[in-house]
């Protein structure tokens, strides 16, 4: 369903226009929790208001662990194996498994009302797989849906190119609000990013069950620059912005730094003292 039609409009109750928050190119450092805070806080707004959001953002160097993954045996221990190495590992809210962030990474984290309260989660990942399909309408029409075995944080609308992944799509609820996120690895090699999540869990999942964490299999991610050549990840975040002023939506740029409330900083450290631990 494509999120700025007017069908999905009267589906959501009122006359939406979708407005994006672009907050950097992911070069300057910040909490790479601030993102999932916002989106924590704006999921109670766009409930209250009605007014659906999009926040797209890049980070330079975070590791993003999942609610499962944080429970394996020695998680802790593989967190900050990282954290020494300079990459900040955090643990979300939502769902899905553990994935490396980088410049080359671009994050959707869209935001809708749900004033009926009702789930359809296929319904509400389709609007971000229609989002993607079409901001990416400028370099393939190739994009298929369905998990992909073998990639990291693997799940039924895992979006790929000739069986190689390279989005990855999770979910977070509220009462009357939810937000769908997704990463794309838009540059830079699929390879170094799975071998990160692999050694990851050969640390953190060391006495654990079977089948406690993906299997990370080699070939099996990728970037858009490997799959369809050359795209960058501004050239892909701009084509989502057309994507958004086209349908009558409206951008607002700005920076971590002003994102960074101190209501905000606030839900930060509820998040780390609620998940990390």
């Not at 450092?29 to 805070?37: C, D, I, Q, W």
């Not at 990474?105 to 296929?122: A, E, G, K, Q, W």
Request: aromatic share 8%; net charge negative.
């Amino acid at each position: 369903m494509d999120i700025n039609s007017k069908e999905a409009n009267r589906e959501m109750g009122q006359p939406a226009k979708l407005t994006a928050w672009y907050s950097g190119d992911g070069r300057e450092a910040y909490p790479a929790l601030l993102p999932f805070a916002w989106d924590e806080r704006m999921c109670g707004e766009v409930g209250r208001s009605g007014q659906p959001a999009l926040h797209i953002w890049r980070h330079p160097a975070a590791f993003v662990v999942g609610l499962r993954d944080r429970r394996l045996p020695h998680a802790e221990e593989a967190m900050a194996e990282l954290r020494q190495r300079g990459i900040e590992a955090i643990v979300r809210n939502s769902g899905g498994a553990a994935v490396p962030l980088d410049p080359g990474v671009v994050n959707l984290s869209l935001v809708l009302p749900n004033p009926t309260r009702t789930i359809d989660f296929r319904d509400d990942f389709l609007k971000m797989v229609e989002l993607i399909r079409r901001a990416l309408a400028p370099w393939t029409a190739g994009v298929e849906d369905g998990e992909i075995g073998g990639s990291y944080c693997p799940g039924d609308f895992d979006l790929s190119i000739g069986g190689r992944k390279f989005c990855g799509i999770a979910q977070r609820r509220q009462t009357n609000g939810y937000v769908i996120q997704a990463f794309l690895n838009i540059e830079g090699e699929g390879r170094e990013r799975a071998a990160l999540v692999q050694s990851f869990y050969e640390r953190a999942g060391r006495d654990a069950a079977p089948g406690a964490y993906p299997d990370v299999q080699e070939g099996r991610m990728a970037s858009l620059t490997e799959l369809i050549g050359p795209i960058t990840a501004d050239e892909f975040v701009a084509s989502v912005l057309d994507v958004v002023v086209s349908g009558g939506g409206q951008v607002e740029r700005t920076t971590p730094e002003r994102l960074l409330t101190p209501d905000l900083a606030e839900t930060i450290k509820k998040l780390r003292q609620r998940y990390d631990r």
